[in-house]
C-alpha cells in the first residue's frame, strides 16, 4: 500500500483514524525513563468549521487563510501515574501555511501539549516529509518531530525544554476505526 504526503494537510489527513501509542519518556531531571500507553482519535475538520474559525480568532489569525486541520482526542496512562492522574482530553488543531506550498506555517490549537493553555506555534516538513512542531509557552517550550513508516505506523519525537525537561518517543500504529469515545 503506498501513501503521499505531499503538505500538511495531506499529514494530518494521513493521520485522521484511531491509533495505539506505545511511548518512552526519559525524565532528564529524574535521570529514569518511564513507559506509557494511549489511544488516539484524529478526524479532520474542513476550514470552514467553526471549531477551527473560533481558534483562529481566539489566536488573532485570520479564518479565511485556514486550509484545514483536525479534532484530536486522547486517553492514556503513563508507568508512574499516581491514584486518580488522568490523561485524557482533546484539542482542535488549525493549518495557516504561510508558503504556496503548505509545508510550513502556523499550526493553531485550542489546548497545547506541554501545557493545557490555547497555544500558537510553527509547523515545518522536512525533505523526509515528516511534520515538525516548534511551541514556545509561558514556562517551556517543546519541538516534536512526527512521521510515517509506512500508511499504518506513525512515529513521533519530542523534546520539552523549561522546567521540565523530557525527551520521549512513541511508536503509534493505526486500529480499525472504534467509536470508543461518545
Partial sequence: MSFSITDALSFFQLSCGSWKSQRSSHHLLHRRAES???????????????????????????????????????????????????????????????????????????RGYAETAPVAGQFRM??????????????????ERFWFSGPDVRLRSSVVEGLSNTASFCVETRNEYKNVFN
Avoid at 522536512?126 to 519541538?143: C, H, K, N, Q, R
Fill in 36 to 110: 506509557g500507553a494511549s489511544l488516539i482519535i484524529v478526524k479532520e475538520l474542513e476550514a470552514t468549521d467553526d471549531r477551527l474559525r473560533k481558534v483562529a480568532e481566539m489566536h488573532e489569525y485570520d479564518a479565511n487563510r485556514l486550509i484545514g486541520g483536525c479534532w484530536v482526542r486522547w486517553s492514556g496512562s503513563m508507568a508512574w501515574d499516581q491514584k486518580g492522574e488522568s490523561h485524557e482530553g482533546e484539542s482542535v488543531f488549525g493549518l495557516i501555511p504561510n508558503d504556496n506550498s503548505g509545508r510550513q506555517g502556523f499550526l493553531l490549537r485550542d
Fill in 126 to 143: 522536512d525533505e523526509y516529509d515528516a511534520l515538525i512542531l516548534e511551541t514556545g509557552y509561558d514556562t517551556m517550550s517543546t519541538t
